[in-house]
């Protein structure tokens, strides 16, 4: 069931059948734009660069992405928050929806932390079906934050979300590949039920996740022509 909260100056919906928390209009808009602007001169390399990462199906593309950005202790490599960029303008905006966010995810507000990267999908990329097993013990959930500029309802890229749906062999690596040969990995469940939901990729929304959601990333669009899907996504630890 989804839930609207009331706010004076964002929309906050949750659902609890899927696991997830949408805040829209999470940045102002003049801070957005330069954060844009800042994080489209980072730089970015491709994923599955140095090795595979197996939740991209090779027939599916890949994405690509800069170097992680931390709020808190995380102990990953790079920047933490104050990074002294504009990345800074991001984190304390989230920061403002830090009670909302904490309550969701049911962890304590003051110990909230998590990285982020910035990823960018063009036209024919994707991601598979799967669960994320993120940072194992200490993961506590997943968000995504659309920062391109426009997005058009048949460029695709949308999260795809599914419900109850888990995998054939629990406790086994839960990337779905497609197939198995020579991988060792079995795909999920969702030809059983097969009914799920789709959020957007609206520009300025902020989405979280629980852990054990089963998701993907819907295949952009060649309508999209090169106009890309850009997103500061990451783990909560």
């Known amino acids: 069931m989804t839930q ?15 696991g997830y928390l949408v805040i829209d209009d999470v940045v102002v808009p003049q801070e ?17 660069s140095f090795e595979w990462n197996k939740v991209w199906h090779p027939l599916s593309g890949m ?4 170097g992680p950005k931390s709020y808190g202790e995380t102990g990953k490599p790079g920047p933490a928050y ?4 504009s990345y ?7 920061e403002r929806h830090r009670d909302v966010i904490t309550d969701f995810l049911g962890i304590d507000k003051e110990s909230l932390k998590y990285v982020l990267a910035a990823y960018l999908y063009r036209a024919g990329w994707a991601l598979p079906w ?5 940072e194992g013990a200490e993961y506590r959930g997943a968000f995504s934050y659309y ?13 795809m979300i599914l419900n109850d749906e ?15 040969q020579g991988t060792g990995l079995y795909p999920p469940s969702h030809v059983a039920g097969g009914i799920g939901t789709f959020i957007a990729p609206k520009p300025n929304r902020l989405v979280v996740m629980r852990p054990k959601v089963l998701h993907a990333i819907n295949t952009v669009s060649p309508l999209a022509g090169e106009n890309m899907r850009l997103a500061l996504a990451g783990f909560y630890l």
Do not use: C
């Open 130 to 134: 799967h669960e994320d097993i993120g």
């Open 4 to 18: 609207i909260i009331e706010d004076k100056s964002v929309a906050i919906r949750t659902n609890d059948d899927f």
């Open 32 to 48: 957005r734009d330069e954060l844009h602007r800042h994080v489209m001169r980072d730089t970015f390399f491709y994923e599955n």
């Open 82 to 85: 104050p990074t002294g960029t």
């Open 147 to 159: 920062l391109h500029k426009e997005w058009r309802g048949n460029w695709g890229g949308e999260l």
């Open 88 to 94: 800074d303008l991001f984190f304390a905006s989230v």
């Open 63 to 66: 994405s690509l992405l800069t």
């Open 166 to 180: 888990r995998l054939h062999e629990p406790g086994e690596n839960t990337i779905d590949l497609a197939f198995s």
